[in-house]
């Protein structure tokens, strides 16, 4: 682990309710506070860091005062004003195809994921990058990760499509999008999703996510 002395504050680039995060060229920091010192276990840390994968973000190292974990760095994302959306579908058909990968990465180390916010999902320009695995946890059982990590994983994708959806038509309230109820979870079915990849592209029959949505609410919402 590194020493939380040698990281560079004078480049604030994020603040959440439970974290600062800095960048230093090309790797960020960030440092957790008071209250959440304790949120990512070193043991997740380390199996997670041994990941390389295209959809999942590249960690370093943890870094801590004295014996206590203070945060960890990580390869910068780069983020930028995409909506994925507004992607072709032919990005959401190469993601899909990724993320099946990396939910068997994640499922050989029995690494439950969890924290399903839009706000962790980076869209890039080649692909999607899920950060903050800050509350992820190591379960007993494979299979019971396996079902769950594939309805997890799905809900970052609703999420983030139904946030976006909200804010590109200037929507201010919708209750069908929120984390009580979401028709694109009703629509795909995330709960008995199986596959990934082969269950969520059957229904892809669009050209891009904004037009599946569009015609969804049209259908589902009265």
Not at 72 to 80: A, G, H, L, P, R
Not at 104 to 127: A, C, M, P, Q, T
Not at 130 to 156: A, C, F, K, W
Not at 170 to 184: P, Q, T
Request: with cysteine; aromatic share 12%.
């Amino acid at each position: 682990m590194i020493q939380l002395d040698n990281v560079i504050r004078s480049n604030l680039i994020g603040c959440g309710n439970n974290a600062q995060v800095y960048k230093d060229g090309n790797l960020s920091y960030k440092e957790y506070m008071d209250d959440s010192y304790d949120r990512i276990k070193k043991e997740v840390f380390e199996s997670l860091k041994d990941i390389n994968h295209p959809n999942f973000i590249k960690l370093r190292d943890l870094y801590h005062i004295d014996d206590k974990v203070m945060g960890y760095s990580y390869d910068y994302v780069e983020s930028n004003n995409n909506l994925m959306i507004d992607m072709p579908i032919e990005y959401t058909y190469q993601n899909l195809y990724q993320l099946k990968s990396l939910l068997n990465e994640l499922n050989k180390r029995k690494i439950l994921i969890d924290d399903e916010n839009y706000n962790n999902v980076i869209v890039g320009n080649d692909s999607l990058v899920i950060i903050d695995p800050d509350m992820y946890r190591i379960h007993n059982s494979e299979d019971y990760v396996r079902r769950e990590n594939t309805s997890l994983l799905m809900g970052y994708l609703t999420t983030l499509w139904g946030e976006e959806y909200i804010k590109k038509h200037g929507i201010k309230y919708c209750k069908y999008f929120n984390y009580d109820y979401n028709v694109l979870d009703e629509y795909f079915d995330r709960y008995s999703i199986k596959d990934i990849e082969g269950d969520i592209s059957d229904k892809l029959n669009t050209d891009t996510i904004d037009e599946l949505i569009s015609n969804v609410v049209k259908k589902r919402v009265p």
